[in-house]
Structures are given as C-alpha cells and as structure tokens.
C-alpha cells in the first residue's frame, strides 16, 4: 500500500516535508479561522477526518488518499494569501494551484500509483466545492464534471472534515450546507461515483450547451474519431502510437519543428508550427478522415482548443495520455532526436494538467508503474 510517510505525527511529517513546515507562518481570516494558522488547522482537519465512522470504514488505501488530501488540502495557501486593505485575509485560488502541487509531489518527490495521485489531486482541487456549489451559475453542471474527477463521497467527507477541523461562529450553517451537497449528489445520480450518460456523445452534447440536460441524446452521431494525444516529453508518446496505430495518419508537431529547423524554445517558430499542423488537420477534418494529433498537449487549455476544432467538423475525439515514473522521463527525453532541454522539461511538469474524463468523448490514461 502506498502512503506519503509512515509516521503522521506532525513533528515528523515537518521535518520531512518543508511544505508541511512553512505551514506554521500562514496565517488566517479569524471570522473563518479563530484557531489560528494553517498547520493548527491541518492539524485539526486531520483529527476530524480520522474521527468520522465513514472514514474508519474505507478501505486502507483509500483512508490514506483521504488523510494526504488533507494534508496538502491548503498546501498552497502560504502563496495565495495577503491582508486586504481592510485588514481581512484571504487566499483566493490557493485549491487550484494547491492541486498542482500536489500533482507535482506525489510525482516527483514522493511518487504515488496514477489513480491514487490524481484523486488526491481532484481532491485538493474541489475541496471547497461542497460549500459553494449552489453559487455556481449551474450547479448540477459543476457537480457533475467533479464527480468526473473525484469520488465525491470521499469529497464530502473531507469536506466535513474541513469544516470541523476551524473555530468559527458559523460551523453550523457550513455543516449543513455539505449535508445538501451529499444529497445533490445523489439526486444527480453522481454520488461515489461518475455520473453516467447514455453515450459519449450525449455527455459532449450535455458539455458543451449551455441550457442541454444531462439525460437528452443526441441524434447526430460523430461520424469518424480523432485521437489527441497528451504527455510530457519522453513519456512515450511516439512508442504508443507505433505500437498501438502504426497505420494511421498522424499530425505531429515535433515532426514539423524538426522539418523546419525550430528549435522547441522558439515561441515564435512553434506557432507557425503550430498553425501549419492546424492546416494538415483541417485537411484530414474536411475528408471526415481520423488522425492523430501528436504533440505534448499537457494543459487543458491547448486541449480544448483542439477539440473545439475538431469537433466542428462532427468528429468524435479520443484523449490518450501516457505518462512515465520522473525517474524514467528524462532518460527517456534524452534519447529522443526532439529532445526537449531538462529546464524546459522541469517547468512543463509545473504546468501539467491530466486530461479530466469531461475532456472528450472518450480519455485513456495509460501509466507505466510508478
């Protein structure tokens, strides 16, 4: 079974991890925080965790998903916090960014199995959600794309946690406000679980309007697949299509570069790469042919942009993201004739975004063991 550190008494867990240490200076909002500062409310959290019936009925490895989220639920908050002008302190932002960090702990520093880092991750990620997701402008919307992303039971218990874990005069109302995302989650049939749609292509449909409810379907069907491949440099991307796809047409842009000359620092260089990669595409969009789109694609924005322009030409689109143990990844760089320089490398792992399952029609992870 895999676990952050063997001991949790905190003194150990300081010693080891800076990021647990520098938790001792940050403080907090005293209306939400009368406790004090981010590591007497860690600490706090995770006694209120452990305490709960349905934690202590999980499985051990899913106990130790739950207790690390925890840990690093507020990990970023010593970078996200100032004192306003009025004197109120907040930490906007730090659940995003605190679960990049995360993702970059448990890959680089102590690495975690994929499925096991990536729902400590969705974790950290949504960890407020329970308390604010009737302020979303569509609620079931936002619900439903989490629960593509983490196991929202384990998400409410953290959240409980959470809210458990503080001094404040309005614990209450917080309480009850996670007891109402329980029992939205059950009525959006996504709770422990996914929710499920009648096919890849009404979930799409369901995604990507507005005022579409999650049980319509579509009656246009796409009509041929596009491939979108997502992955550091080195991870394996170029192995996996040979091996999996030796036939089909492929869009690759590190092709394209090396055709030019463009070295992979050169931003000017990789847009018109980029541009002319786009053109090839739209030729194979326009025939209804299926490709595949090769590059790095490791953040969620770039993806989206993909996909957007490839299904508007009705085509159904395949997410497929490899992933290597950071010990193999830049041996494996190295030996690639695009080789990517190890700075370049580095501050690509700092930006990753694992490709989320509401991303595309279909997303396949593929990990090689950790």
Known sequence: MWAI???????????????VSRMEGVQQDPIYH????????????????????????LAAQEQ???????????????????????????????????????????YRDVPAPFAVREQVVGLVRYHG????????????????????E????????????????????????????????????????????ARNFANDDAMMYYLQHDDAYADYVPFEQAAFEVILMSGLPGAGKNTFIQKHYPDMPVVCL?????ARGISPTDKSGNGQVVQEAKELARIYLRKQTGFIWNATNTTRQMRQQLVDLFTTYKARVRIVYVEVPYTHLHRQNKSRDAAVPDAVLDRLIDKLEVPAL???????YNSAPY
């Open 150 to 193: 983490v196991n929202t039971e384990w998400l409410t218990l953290l959240a409980r946690a959470d809210v458990l874990g503080r001094t404040c005069t309005d614990q209450e109302e917080m309480l009850f406000k996670v007891d109402c995302f329980e029992a939205f989650c059950r009525e959006q049939n996504c709770w422990g679980t």
């Open 254 to 258: 590190d092709d394209i570069r090396t």
């Open 5 to 19: 550190n063997e001991r949790k008494d905190w003194d150990s867990l300081a010693t080891r991890f800076e990021w």
């Open 358 to 364: 509401w991303e595309a029609h279909q997303v396949e």
């Open 129 to 148: 959600l329970p308390l604010w997701v009737f302020e979303k402008p569509d609620p079931a919307k936002a619900l439903i794309m989490a629960s593509m």
């Open 34 to 57: 009368a406790e004090g500062n981010v590591a007497i409310h860690t600490q706090m959290v995770l006694a209120a965790l452990v305490a709960q019936p349905a934690y202590r009925q």
């Open 64 to 106: 130790e998903i739950l207790w690390t989220a925890a840990l690093l639920h507020d990990v970023e908050k010593y970078s996200t916090t100032v004192v306003e002008p009025d004197g109120r302190i907040t930490s906007n932002g730090h659940a995003r960014k605190g679960a990049m960090t995360a993702r970059q702990i448990l």
